[in-house]
């Protein structure tokens, strides 16, 4: 069965320093692997998607990257802005497209 | 690009009343849309996937006859949770997928909180 495990649960930091998220994760071939930002009461907001081991992507503050077994989510010198909760899903090859999340890692970014 | 618009975005209704929820993607067509439910600190659990012009594929555990999905054109799909009771009470979110390779990012609408007194 596909799996996909978070970690930290949550995760506090003061402005401007700088930390990983882990997303672990277990599936039978990887079709790839999505990062997703979500706010309180809002729907997930799409930042990566990364398909091979090595492969890494960038957008502003954030990096991700990813190997066989897992990807980080780097956050370089957050802003109180990135707080949010940062959710990892995988697809598999097969499994007809379906995403299997994991439970996220709750962000809260202090001035 | 990429938006999907999700309606209502709160519902509060007596048990027994059936609710229809509206996932639109404004700026894409999308011949597979996705209906996800979430409970408090919990993760997205896939309910149905919906595929435009045919059956809805649903994961196990889900009532079909619950849950009726429907997904008559490429960009609106909806979800009709029947006779709902208390235990319905959650937030459903719906996804969307662009045309292309099955291993595009699904953009997501902003949810609708569902709460059956």
């Known amino acids: 069965e596909d799996q996909v495990t978070q970690s930290p649960e949550a995760l506090r930091l003061q402005e401007g320093e700088s930390s990983s998220l882990n997303c672990s994760y277990t599936v039978s071939g990887l079709r790839g692997l999505f990062w997703y930002r979500q706010d309180p009461g809002k729907g997930p907001e799409f930042l990566f998607t990364?398909?091979?081991a090595g492969e890494e992507k960038e957008k502003e503050r954030l990096k991700a990257t990813l190997t066989k077994k897992e990807s980080f989510l780097h956050i370089t010198a957050p802003k109180p802005e990135d707080s949010a909760t940062y959710l990892c899903a995988v697809q598999a090859t097969t499994g007809f497209q379906k995403l299997v999340f994991g439970t996220g890692t709750r962000l809260l970014v202090s001035p | 690009g990429a938006v999907v618009s999700q309606h209502p975005s709160r519902v509060i209704c007596k048990s027994g009343t059936s609710v229809k929820i509206e996932c639109r993607s404004l700026d894409f067509q999308a011949t597979t849309m996705f209906w996800y439910r979430q409970f408090p600190k919990q993760s997205l659990m896939l309910m149905a996937t919906?595929?435009?012009?045919?059956?809805?594929?649903?994961e196990q555990g889900v009532e079909k006859d619950k849950f009726l999905i429907n997904h008559a054109s490429l960009t609106l799909s909806t979800l009709t949770v029947t006779s709902a009771h208390p235990e319905d009470s959650s937030f459903y979110i719906c996804?969307?997928?662009?045309?292309?390779?099955?291993?595009?990012?699904?953009?997501f609408g902003d949810g609708t909180r569902l709460s059956i007194l």
């Open positions: 919906s595929n435009e012009g045919s059956k809805a594929t649903y």
């Open positions: 990364l398909y091979s």
């Open positions: 996804s969307a997928r662009d045309l292309g390779p099955s291993n595009q990012p699904q953009h």
